[in-house]
């Protein structure tokens, strides 16, 4: 069965850094494409970050590029999201989210890491 | 970027009783969008892809046409557990995945 698991929240300053991680289990994860995902509080869904299975292809939504950075390891089957220079539009809640074999939608996703950014 | 717009941003629906939702592109993305649904609480669900193709397990009810920039998800008779937010999210372009700004789903 896939499992993604989110750490790392918490509560951050306006211009603080956090590392969000993204655990994952249940299938081979070295071929997936993984995403995050985030949600303000009582708002829709927004796609933030993308790696490619063999992090040869990066993507950032222009919100976040510059600030925030996706990486992974293979060897240990995580993803994670490093965030720097928070703002507070950056509160939500982060998800993560694997793109599906072949395509670029996503089949599974975590139960999120809440990020709150608060002087 | 390609902008999403969903429509009605509520829809109020008796049990037993047929919903439609609709998700417009700003540009063409072919059939490359996705239906999702989310609960309070729980992380989206995937329903539908490649815009009318049913993810497995996802209940007949659920339906999905469209291509180009209109599209619609029907859910033949709602069932209580169906009452929920729903997204679309086109993926034409990896590097510029957008959803929709999502329609509740409310018991009238």
């Known amino acids: 069965e896939v499992h993604l698991v989110e750490s790392g929240g918490g509560l951050v300053k306006p211009g603080g850094s956090l590392r969000l991680s993204c655990a994952a289990s249940?299938?081979?994860?070295?071929?997936?494409?993984i995403n995050w995902v985030r949600q303000a509080p009582g708002k829709g869904l927004q796609w933030v970050s993308s790696?490619?299975?063999?992090?040869?292809?990066?993507f950032h939504a222009d919100s976040v590029k510059g600030r925030f950075t996706i990486s992974r390891d293979n060897a240990k089957n995580f993803v994670y999201l490093q965030m720097d220079s928070l703002r507070a539009e950056d509160t939500a809640l982060y998800y993560c989210?694997?793109?599906?074999?072949?395509?670029?939608?996503?089949?599974?996703w975590g139960q999120g890491a809440l990020v709150t950014v608060s002087s | 970027e390609i902008v999403m717009t969903q429509s009605p941003a509520t829809l109020s629906v008796s049990p037993g009783e047929r919903a439609t939702l609709s998700c417009r592109a700003s540009?063409?993305?072919?059939?490359?969008l996705a239906w999702y649904q989310q609960k309070p609480g729980q992380a989206p669900r995937l329903l539908i892809h490649?815009?009318?193709t049913r993810a497995t397990g996802v209940p007949a009810r659920f339906s999905g046409s469209g291509s180009g920039t209109e599209f619609t998800l029907t859910i033949s008779s709602l069932q209580s557990e169906d009452f929920a937010v729903y997204y679309c999210?086109?993926?034409?372009?990896?590097?510029?995945?957008?959803f929709g700004g999502g329609t509740k789903v409310e018991i009238k």
């Open positions: 989210a694997r793109g599906t074999y072949g395509s670029d939608y996503f089949d599974y």
């Open positions: 249940g299938f081979t994860f070295s071929l997936y494409t």
């Open positions: 790696i490619s299975s063999s992090s040869s292809e990066i």
């Open positions: 540009q063409s993305i072919n059939s490359n």
């Open positions: 490649g815009a009318s």
């Open positions: 999210l086109q993926y034409n372009t990896w590097a510029r995945l957008t």
